[in-house]
């Protein structure tokens, strides 16, 4: 069977008020945890277009337009549980100060990977096999933009 | 500034051939990673509704709606993350053998829960409070029909 992602037309009303008020109960190691499920999913769905981006998976569309509706929800789940109070959280983190010394610039990374997905949601459906790759490879940029400037380098 | 999620219409091709093919390759270990990740921020998401239903949060029609949308995602991630495969993963989870032993109950149990994630969803743009508070009642209790026979129990 089936089953329709139901999110035609819903204007997310998610300014700075809203997460500030959800989230200022949690707690900052269950931030971290949230914030970190949120990456390990974002690279599920993102590993496979990689490869396939990268000619080491075969290419399929149906793959590509699933993959592409998880990131677009994947997309804005991360940053919340970047809150001031889970700076020092006291778990193991590879996130790196700077996410709070340079809020500005790391928001903007937020929002270019953000529209780096919905362009790739967009071209997803539309059959072109190159322009999918394009905005596969440029999603991966924003990926990797975010994480030199942000992440502990990873082993 | 407000995002559209843009997957309007959006037929997920998700079969079993399609599962079983995209995750043919990733480790045991990986996919009890990824599974908790999507039960992680399905808590995330859920948690804050659980709270609103039983009137210990203040009730936000919008955190309903934003929270149900990401819902929606959610529910399709975790299922491909129990493959036969990672039945003996040798990490810690809390995932019962009834998972494969009744695979047809656990499906069940599955189409269970996104049928009242959409429901949700559905209802979360409605502005009928009450009916709003009974869908989230109800996914609730389909989170809770799946963790009572196929999760051990939490302490």
Redesign the interface.
């Known amino acids: 069977m089936?089953?329709?992602?139901?999110?035609?037309?819903?204007?997310?009303?998610?300014g700075a008020g809203?997460t500030l008020?959800?989230f200022s109960q949690v707690k900052p190691e269950i931030m971290v945890?949230?914030r970190?499920?949120?990456m390990?999913?974002q690279g599920?769905y993102m590993g496979?277009l990689g490869g396939m981006a990268a000619g080491k998976v075969p290419y399929?569309a149906?793959?590509v337009?699933?993959n592409a509706?998880?990131l677009?929800?994947?997309s804005?789940?991360p940053w919340d549980g970047f809150a001031e109070s889970s700076k020092d959280a006291g778990v193991k983190t590879a996130a790196l100060p700077a996410i709070w010394s340079e809020g500005a610039k790391f928001k903007e990374a937020q929002d270019n990977f953000?529209s780096a997905v919905?362009a790739l949601?967009?071209v997803s459906?539309s059959g072109d096999e190159a322009a999918i790759k394009a905005a596969i490879g440029a999603t991966g940029k924003a990926c990797g933009a975010c994480h030199q400037n942000f992440r502990e380098k990873q082993n």
Chains 1, 2 share one sequence.
Do not use: E, H, I
């Open positions: 089936k089953k329709r992602l139901m999110l035609a037309g819903f204007a997310l009303a998610l809203y008020t959800a945890k949230q970190q499920a949120a390990t999913l599920k496979p399929n149906d793959t337009a699933f509706a998880m677009d929800a994947l804005r789940m953000q919905q949601v967009k459906r």
